[in-house]
Every structure is written in structure tokens, then in C-alpha cells.
């Protein structure tokens, strides 16, 4: 069982930057795909960034021009690097990975709290 651990979280001012990393633990498999969610209270859980082993990342609209998503292929750990940031970026950020095995494993997320 893969574990992802997930760290770089904490409290920010409005426009302030934070990064978060997303590293596995235990096995490591070949990986198709990386990225983060997010989870606001009293909201769904959202798509922030995604990241495929071919290099292509994609963003969600409201996230695109502040965050980047970059990675380490070898190490199969994903980061987030988030700029910018407003009080609507206030979530519970969590990583996944989906494997060319076709299994998936998710983080136990990261608070961001973007508050003045």
C-alpha cells in the first residue's frame, strides 16, 4: 500500500505564497499521473493541478497564472507552489497518484489558511 505524506501547509496572509510537497511512503510504483484537490468547508472537493508523466499539467481556471505544479518523476513526489493567494484558496489541499497499474492512492491533506 502506498502512502502519500503530504506537508508545506499553514496560515497566510492575502497574497502571500506557500508550497506544498506530496512525497510517497513505502512502495513505489511507476506513476501516470499526480496532482492536488482541494476541499473548502461546506464544498466539494475540487481539482487544483494536475501533472502527467509526459510532462503535460493542467489547471483549474481559478487557480491558473498563481499556482505551479512540478514534480520530481524519479522520486514520484509532486509539489505545489502557490502564489497570490486569497481567502477563497482556504481548503483542505489534498495530493493523489494514480498508477500505470491503474490503482490510485490519496494524501491525508493539508490545511492552507489564507486570513489577514
Known amino acids: 500500500q502506498v502512502q502519500l505524506v503530504e506537508s508545506g501547509g499553514g496560515v497566510v496572509q492575502p497574497g502571500g505564497s506557500l508550497r506544498l510537497s506530496c512525497a510517497p511512503s513505502g512502495s513505489s510504483f511507476s506513476v501516470r499521473s499526480m496532482g492536488w484537490y482541494r476541499q473548502a468547508p461546506g464544498k466539494q472537493r475540487e481539482p487544483v493541478a494536475s501533472m502527467r508523466s509526459t510532462g503535460r499539467t493542467d489547471y483549474a481556471d481559478y487557480v491558473k497564472g498563481r499556482f505551479t505544479i512540478s514534480g520530481d518523476n524519479a522520486k514520484n513526489t509532486v509539489y505545489l507552489q502557490m502564489t497570490s493567494l486569497n481567502v477563497e484558496d482556504t481548503a483542505v489541499y489534498y495530493c493523489?497518484?494514480?498508477?500505470?497499474?491503474?490503482?490510485?492512492?490519496w494524501g491525508q491533506g493539508t490545511q492552507v489558511t489564507v486570513s489577514s
Open positions: 493523489f497518484q494514480i498508477r500505470t497499474i491503474g490503482t490510485t492512492s
